[in-house]
């Protein structure tokens, strides 16, 4: 779904370079963290609120 293995995303996780947290045994990455890491294209809040 990113592009990259589950496996590097614990690993990145594991090593502190990605923040998480924790609901249960799931583990949540924060929209920003995705997008520091460029995972995620960085919101543009012009393009917010669907139909124009």
């Not at 590097?8 to 594991?14: E, F, G, K, Q």
């Not at 583990?27 to 669907?50: D, F, H, S, T």
């Amino acid at each position: 779904m990113l592009g990259v293995s589950a496996n590097h995303v614990y690993n990145l996780i594991a090593s502190g370079q990605v923040k998480v947290t924790r609901l249960g045994r799931r583990l949540l990455v924060p929209r920003y963290e995705l997008e520091r890491l460029g995972l995620l294209p960085k919101e543009n809040p012009a393009m917010q609120g669907g139909a124009e």
